[in-house]
């Protein structure tokens, strides 16, 4: 069946850096736009980052431009979040899977909370 387990969040304080990981099965993943996602509490979830089937374009929110980089490892079924100099305001949960509106089915997510 379907599998999305994100990893790698943490506590860190602002400044600091954390790389997420998300292990993907039971689905083709390398034919797939891969995107990460967060929700903070008391918000709507966001995208934060995607990236295409062959990792040639990738896409970011405006907030996390600069600071965050997303990639991919086919080989792996894994996409991943690099994560720097973070802020007080990217303390939510991540999540990651296909960028597609049909597609309906979350992980578990991983908490990131940046906090001194």
């Known amino acids: 069946q379907v599998q999305l387990v994100e990893s790698g969040g943490g506590l860190v304080p602002p400044g600091g850096s954390l790389r997420l990981s998300c292990a993907a099965s039971g689905f083709t993943f390398n034919i797939y736009t891969m995107g990460w996602y967060r929700q903070a509490p008391g918000k709507q979830r966001e995208l934060v980052a995607t990236?295409?089937?062959?990792?040639?374009?990738?896409t970011y929110l405006d907030s996390v431009k600069g600071r965050f980089t997303i990639s991919r490892d086919n080989a792996k079924n894994t996409v991943y979040l690099q994560m720097n100099s973070l802020k007080p305001e990217d303390t939510a949960v991540y999540y990651c899977?296909?960028?597609?509106?049909?597609?309906?089915?979350w992980g578990q997510g991983t908490q990131v909370t940046v906090s001194s």
């Open positions: 899977k296909p960028n597609y509106d049909s597609w309906s089915y």
């Open positions: 990236i295409t089937s062959g990792g040639r374009l990738i």
